[in-house]
Nanobody, 122 residues
């Protein structure tokens, strides 16, 4: 069993930055993958970024490339999502998830956190 806890969300002005954290506890396999997803009101949950637990490989959704960076600190069992140059379109509830597939599909992730809200507004 793996427990995931997101933090770091908040209200930020357009052009601002936030760093989200996803702290994991429980059994963590080196082959696992952590993904960040987001869900805006009335919309489906969508892929944002993912990273292999061994750090070998990252993937980003096109609209966040060059603005968001996913990274991890294995010693802390934590994955981060650094978000820069935020726009109102980035407003959503952000979730981290853990699975074994290198995949952007929500169905391929087994464990999910409860989410952290990001609101970009002036």
């Amino acid at each position: 069993q793996v427990q995931l806890t997101e933090s770091g969300g908040g209200l930020v002005q357009p052009g601002g930055s936030l760093r989200l954290s996803c702290a994991a506890s429980g059994r963590i396999l080196s082959s696992s993958v952590t993904g960040w997803f987001r869900q805006a009101p009335g919309a489906d949950r969508r892929f944002v970024a993912l990273i292999r637990w061994n750090g070998r490989g990252t993937t980003y959704e096109d609209s966040v490339k060059g603005r968001f960076t996913i990274s991890q600190d294995s010693s802390k069992n934590t994955v981060y999502l650094e978000m820069n140059n935020l726009t109102p379109d980035d407003t959503a509830l952000y979730f981290c998830a853990r699975g074994s597939q290198y995949s952007t599909a929500t169905n391929d992730y087994v464990y999910w956190g409860k989410g952290t809200q990001v609101t970009v507004s002036s």
